[in-house]
């Protein structure tokens, strides 16, 4: 398979729409990329956040990007131009960051592909969209307002679609998904610690399974 070198040559115009959850993986060893993003696509969860958290990232981006083509990877906790140009390297389809500053807005931009900036603030959301940007992270999710702060960002601000990440589980997905804007969430839940370290790939099936009907 021929790798992603860039954002660009992402085949879809939004990642918010390819699953009702993206997975926030935090990978200590590049080895159990592989199983473990078949695990996530084959609950139905083909979305897959890799945080650029720890050494083994880019090296676990680039194995799902090499092996699972089924999988949509992209590169997480992206803070700045470098690691933008480091994930799309390594076959990232997309950006997630925390937050943003011009500097690298203006390099999630030039990758070419989609990119969630992170806001937490309805200033923040103000000035993306004066950008022409709709499409944002909100982090830290349950921290900053959670879903009824989200929901009274709805009406003032209709433009605005949200990936809310931080904190948020199993019993808090459902009320984030029924909002207007809100197409998706992200979250670790269906990564427990325990099945990572064991290598528990079908519990990471079965979880994202659940998980992937957190909207329905």
């Not at 990877?73 to 937050?99: E, I, K, M, N």
């Not at 931009?109 to 806001?119: E, I, K, Q, T, Y």
């Amino acid at each position: 398979m021929e790798r992603v070198t860039s954002a660009a040559a992402s085949p879809f115009p939004s990642l918010l729409g390819l699953a009702p959850v993206i997975p926030v993986v935090v990978l200590h060893d590049a080895a159990d990329a592989v199983p473990l993003a078949r695990a996530l696509v084959a609950g139905g969860l083909p979305a897959i956040e890799v945080t650029l958290r720890t050494p083994a990232a880019l090296d676990a981006i680039r194995a799902i990007a090499d092996e699972v083509p089924d999988a949509v990877v992209g590169a997480g906790t992206v803070l700045t131009p470098d690691q933008v140009a480091a994930a799309g390297a390594a076959g990232s389809r997309f950006l997630v960051s925390p937050g943003w500053s011009p500097r690298l807005l203006g390099a999630m931009r030039d990758s070419g592909g989609p990119f969630l900036p992170g806001v937490s603030t309805a200033s923040e959301v103000v000035t993306l969209l004066d950008e022409g940007l709709t499409e944002m992270k909100f982090f830290p999710a349950e921290a900053a307002g959670g879903a009824a702060y989200l929901k009274s960002l709805a009406s003032p601000l209709p433009r605005a679609r949200f990936c809310p990440t931080g904190g948020i589980g199993p019993a808090s997905a459902p009320s984030y998904l029924a909002l207007p804007n809100v197409p998706c969430v992200g979250g670790t839940w269906m990564l427990p610690a325990d099945a990572l370290a064991a290598k528990d790939w079908d519990r990471v099936r079965q979880l994202a399974q659940e998980a992937a009907k957190s909207g329905a």
